[in-house]
């Protein structure tokens, strides 16, 4: 048997790279041309679905839990601490059989309507177009109205547009009024149908294409130079032809953006649970999370063909985690707690955005409230916030700053022969001049050490908070709300223009220059 001196056996130990950490150097370089993330990349979306409004959002105003308007004050601070910067409503499949003259005018005598994308259950119509752009006023975000195009017209659309945008001297501006909104809204952002090639009408993209540019035609803002913003309804994941025929087909001068829709899961005929899940099943999830990087590089590649100055945005205006429904809950509901894996999605997605913000500017979480993967959720009186509403707060620091791109080789997370990066990375520079940099390990053993070069962006001092917690199904509940939380984090060391730090399993780290 061949003998080894315990010299040689530490020299091979500690010569073994990637053996107990990854670890990877990363450059950071400032551009002149570099785009600005956009604020609204960080944007909500709160369907008519499950208790995302009724008994979510809105309790109504004799309600005994603190509120206003009908609003719950806990859910208003919540969405302000966070910086909102849209909300997206009224669906989602909603939208389309959504008739917004029903939500208007006295609410004892609203008609009510049946939800038949969820649960069946019948709505009271109490919560209508008044009460969400009032709540988009008092939170200081921009609402983005989704209209009816599968079951509606060019006139409801049309009149919609100008009764939350006409001052004065039309009919429906006078209806408004008299509803006891004196000025109007001015909404600029218009989604002209959603999913129109699934529950808004099982359409063909050509067909759809053609039925948008009548609609489109007609959308007219009297006050502002006609400067609405409107965005067609798109791809499905990686529907690439959908895209094709809307960017080839509808003129420049009648879109501002497509949309795109992808979510994370198991699979999708096998969603798992929202806690109870395994390594593979996280692996899983990741890697559809991850898949969002490729879907944006093909679908941009086809909108620069035909927009090489890229004047028409992508919107990413559904994302985020989708797993089965908590057991005992209405499965149309699609109410589901909310994980360290929820967090990781949520990092990565928000570092493609900005890492993309040329041609991404506006995402919106699917959904704000007690749906898929909501930031709040609410159980009568009570409201917990979750590891994805943690993960936004952090990142409040990268809205409307300067992009800086990075460029790295990242370390691998390896489960069972298949690989995944496993660090995602996004920086920034604020109009102050502060970098911000927000750093993701979704490696769910290893601990993962960075190296920073930041030396060309005369960085001297920095903070850093992190989020992380022992086990991946982790997750704050009622009868622990504080589980998991933002925490100071010390573990890094910035010394002759170099970032060292070292991320634990499963975390988000954001630093931040004083």
Known sequence: MKKFSLFTVLV????????????????????????????????????????????????????????????????????????IPNLRWPGGCFADTYHWKDGIGPKEDRPSIVNAWWGGVTEDNSFGTHDFLNLCEELGAEPYLAANLGSGTVEEFTDWIQYVNHAEGSPMADLRKENGKEEPWN??????????????????PEFYANLYRQYATFMTSWENDNDLYRIASGANQDDYHWTEVLMRDIPKHLIEGVALHSYSFVEW????????????????????????????????DIMDKYDPEKEIDLIVDEWGGWYEVEEGTNPGFLYQQNTMRDAMIAGVTLNIFNNE??????????????????VALTDGADM?????????????????????????????????????????????????????ISLV??????????????????????????????ELQDHNSFDDPEKIAVKEFKDFKLKR????????PFSVVVLKEK
Not at 187 to 204: I, Q, R
Not at 357 to 374: I, P, Y
Not at 446 to 455: G, L, Q, Y
């Open 12 to 83: 091979g130990i500690f010569c073994l790279p990637n053996l107990f950490y990854g670890q990877t150097s990363i450059s950071i370089e400032e551009t002149e041309d570099a785009p600005t993330i956009s604020k609204h990349i960080y944007g909500h979306f709160a369907e008519h679905l499950g208790r995302s409004i009724y008994d979510g959002l809105y309790v109504g105003e004799d309600s005994e839990i603190p509120n206003k308007d009908g609003v719950r004050t806990d859910i208003i601070q919540a969405l302000k601490d966070i910086q």
């Open 187 to 204: 909404v600029k952002y218009w989604g002209v149908g959603n999913e129109m090639w699934g529950c808004g009408g099982n359409m063909t």
């Open 269 to 300: 005929q096998d969603k798992g649970s929202a806690t109870d899940f395994n390594e593979e099943q996280y692996f899983s999830t990741m890697k559809t999370a991850l898949w969002m990087q490729e879907l944006i590089d093909k679908h941009t």
């Open 357 to 374: 913000s040329d041609r991404v500017k506006m995402g919106n979480l699917a959904q704000t409230v007690n749906v898929l993967q909501a």
């Open 384 to 436: 917990i916030l979750t590891p994805t509403y943690h993960v936004l707060k952090m990142y409040t620091v990268h809205h409307d700053t300067k992009l800086l791109p990075v460029e790295f080789d990242s370390p691998d997370y390896t489960y069972e022969g298949e690989s995944l990066p496993a660090i995602s990375v996004s920086a920034s520079r604020n109009d102050a001049g502060n970098v911000n």
């Open 441 to 470: 390990n979704i490696d769910a053993e290893k601990e993962n050490k960075v190296e920073i070069d930041v030396d060309a962006l005369d960085v001297d001092n920095m903070t850093a908070e992190i989020l992380k917690s022992d």
């Open 497 to 504: 223009g170099t970032l060292e730090v070292t991320l634990p």
